[in-house]
């Protein structure tokens, strides 16, 4: 099968945001992300995360990096349907950093210290292609696989008792930011 010059186009926007994301690139993803882009997962992350365009991509990279260390994204299959990319892979990491969950609301959920474990799953990601930039981008992620790699369950008691003085710290440290 011959793939069109445009969906060829489109398979390469949508691994070059993955790869500027995941290499917490803000320069690569002003080049492919659209100025009006959202990102659907952005409700389980920072607030800064939740803008539109390449600084709210490119705050989702930074809040990964201050997590994870080592990070890598691996493309296993990419489909083109229209102006719709799917691109399904595996990212891979080392959690040497607070791994912090947001609430809706944009408060912090829960914090969970560094394990200093590697972890590598499977994800799907959706971005639809306008104008030759990602415009909208969501996913489907194995995160209870990353959980239990990291050894953050089961959770041991010791982990718990970290977790909840991580959880409290950041919750400080969003609040004096407020203030």
């Known amino acids: 099968m011959t793939i ?5 186009a489109a398979l390469e926007i949508a691994e070059r945001a993955i790869q500027g994301v995941i290499g917490n690139d803000p ?5 492919v992300v659209h100025p009006d882009a959202l990102n659907h ?6 607030p800064d995360t939740r803008g539109l365009g390449a600084d ?4 989702t990279g930074a809040w990964l990096a201050a997590a994870f260390s080592e990070l890598k994204w691996t493309t296993e299959e990419q489909i083109c349907d229209g102006d719709l990319v799917v691109t399904y892979g595996r990212m891979s990491g080392r959690h040497t950093g607070d791994f912090v969950v947001w609430t809706e609301e944009g408060t912090v959920e829960r914090a969970f210290p560094a394990t ?3 972890f590598s799953t499977q994800q799907a990601h959706f971005q639809r292609v306008y104008d030759g930039l990602v ?6 992620r194995d995160d209870q696989g990353m959980a239990v790699e ?10 718990l008792i970290r977790c909840q003085r991580a959880t409290a710290r950041h919750r400080r440290a969003a ?4 203030a």
């Open 4 to 8: 069109t010059t445009e969906r060829a």
């Open 27 to 31: 320069e690569a993803l002003r080049a």
């Open 41 to 46: 997962e952005s409700a389980a992350e920072p």
């Open 56 to 59: 709210a991509f490119a705050a």
């Open 116 to 118: 200093g474990k590697t």
């Open 135 to 140: 415009i909208e981008h969501w996913a489907v």
């Open 150 to 159: 990291l050894g953050w369950v089961p959770p041991t008691i010791g982990y």
């Open 175 to 178: 609040q004096s930011a407020i």
